[in-house]
């Protein structure tokens, strides 16, 4: 267990690096500046600006410079915004985006396995029937609709949640509802199909002829083994849900990291792209990392080490 | 075997011959097969007929990719005729899905979304397969350290954040269709060369190929005729997976602005466009492509669970 965290551990670091250099090369390979604007600038502000930001200096120093700046987590000062520095951004951001993140998959989560468990438990029956044509249309309705919707629904004909902004618990049914809903089918959908195969095992039939309470068989016993797929696919939904964030952002007007994303997109904002860009996937990866930790120590079938008496 | 008693009585050695009747051997008749035999095609679609739920998404997506090419033909206006007089016009028998705010028509806008929409979708589920094809039967089939060293390289790529190497690579290749289809599939083949290992690694094991390779079949032969037919299953529901999600993620740039440019449009940039006007009541701007996109999608992911179970061999009855 140990050399297998070890080793992907690595894993890691490699995925991120790879990352780094890519978002680099793609950056410095865009044609235009962010200087390029309407306005000519004179030749000798331009070459210090140029030097201020380290721009004139030849590509490899860049490029150690900037994996210098990952290092130490100092992405520099914004260029189009130069009284604040990317990590002020990221700041003022990402802890918007993660409460959003972070709701919509605990949301997601919890509503698809309860819905999942009840749909097997009830197999074929109304509520089975419900749930699944729930699971279905959940997949196919992007939430950029479902959000357009829901606006129009739910906040302009009948007022009863605020339709844009983040600042109160109410402001955040909305976009939480729209994002979760896709990864709700997804996780509904997975427990109901593990939840049928587990049931017809024997320990459960051993549990029912305990005496067990139908209750505790299904909690303690089913749903421990029928939740391990769901625990596979967390780490690629959570990626999801949170590069997904950055359009349902958009759409209720909430200043998570999306917007300066998008901003520093259409500003030529080199360290803004970067910044994010390195920020958010290491922050994914290393989501993904942490739920393959997990996984390896939930499942006791999974020996990742064959060496004897290792754990 | 029933016994008759009196039978029973008389010991063999009093059983006469005329008794046995040596019985004219029909070899033809032997080896008659009294029903058609099904090929496992044959066998996967018949039980795909059986799922009405995936022959809808499936009629639905065969009407789709007719209207998508005959559709503008009924329209007597063009993609990108404007008319600015006739701006946001709410469905009418003149134009049938209403109107934009550039005054076009919302119906042939639709059905050139639709078969942009497609393309995108369709080429990249297309070019997924094939590189996913090569990489994953090569590595699967090598083995051994070629395989490790392949799979690491696909453990990594798997790491990355899709849709944000998607933005990038929108942003530096400027948006167009062509940019569309290969950012999705720069990070969309991994999921498909991991299917294809898989199985290509469990298969190449069966006696059925060490019989074809004992009979001196050379590595082309044994991977066009034993691999690659018998590894189609999971490749076609993961195309068919590939398709709404690629659908998806057009979309989701359109709505970055990242999307296909004026005068086409895709569903997400239609879509997209309708967002600022649909708080004004326009809602047959957003209905529309928002209707096609879910419904495409729903179709696809209904038609690749009913694949799914049609092509499992193990649920072959």
Known sequence: ?311 | MTIHHEQTNVSPKTVPDEWFRKKEKDLVEAEAVVRPSLSYWKDAWRRLRKNKLAMTGLVFLGLLAIMAIFGPIFSPHAVDDMNLPNQNQSPSSEHWFGTDEMGRDVFTRTWYGARISLFVALAAALIDFFIGIIYGGFSGYKGGRTDTVMMRIIEVLYGLPHLLVVILLMVVMGPSLTTIIVALTVTGWVGMARIVRGQVLQIKNYEFVTASKSFGAKTPRIIRRNLLPNTMGPIIVQMTLTVPSAIFAEAFLSFLGLGIQAPFASWGVMASDALPVILSGHWWRLFFPAFFISFTMFAFNVLGDGLQDALDPKLRG
């Open chain 1, 1 to 311: 267990m140990f050399s297998y965290t070890i080793k992907r551990f690595l894993m890691m670091l490699v995925t991120i690096l790879i990352i780094a250099t890519l978002t680099f090369i793609l950056m410095h390979s865009i044609p235009g500046s962010p200087f390029n604007e309407e306005r000519t600038t004179n030749e000798a502000i331009q070459a210090n600006l140029e030097k201020f930001y380290k721009l004139d200096e030849p590509l490899p120093v860049q490029y150690v410079n900037y994996l210098k700046s990952i290092v130490t987590f100092d992405f520099g000062p914004s260029i189009k915004k130069p009284n604040e520095t990317v990590n002020e951004l990221l700041a003022r951001g990402f802890p918007i985006s993660l409460e959003l993140g972070l709701t919509t998959i605990l949301v997601a989560v919890l509503s698809g396995i309860i819905l999942g468990t009840f749909a097997a438990l009830k197999h074929n029956g109304f509520i089975d029937y419900f749930a699944m044509t729930f699971a279905v249309v959940g997949i196919s309705v992007p939430n950029f609709v479902l959000a357009t919707l829901l606006i129009q629904k739910l906040a302009v004909d009948y007022n009863i949640f605020p339709p844009a902004t983040w600042s109160s618990p109410m402001h955040m049914v909305l976009p939480v509802l729209a994002l979760a809903t896709g990864p709700m089918a997804i996780i509904a959908r997975l427990t109901r199909s593990s939840m049928l195969e587990v049931l017809t095992q024997d320990y459960i039939k051993m549990a029912r002829a305990k005496g067990l309470s139908p209750f505790r068989i299904v909690v303690r016993h089913a749903l421990r083994n029928a939740l391990m797929p769901v625990v596979t696919i967390m780490g690629t939904m959570l990626a999801g849900i949170l590069t997904g964030t950055f359009v349902i952002e958009k759409i209720f007007a909430i200043p998570g990291m999306g917007k300066y994303f998008v901003e520093g997109i259409n500003n030529r904002d080199y360290p803004v792209i970067m910044g994010t860009t390195v920020f958010y996937s290491s922050f994914l990866v290393f989501m993904l990392f942490l739920v393959d930790i997990v996984y390896g120590f939930l499942d006791p079938r999974i020996k990742l080490h064959k060496k004897a008496g290792d754990a």
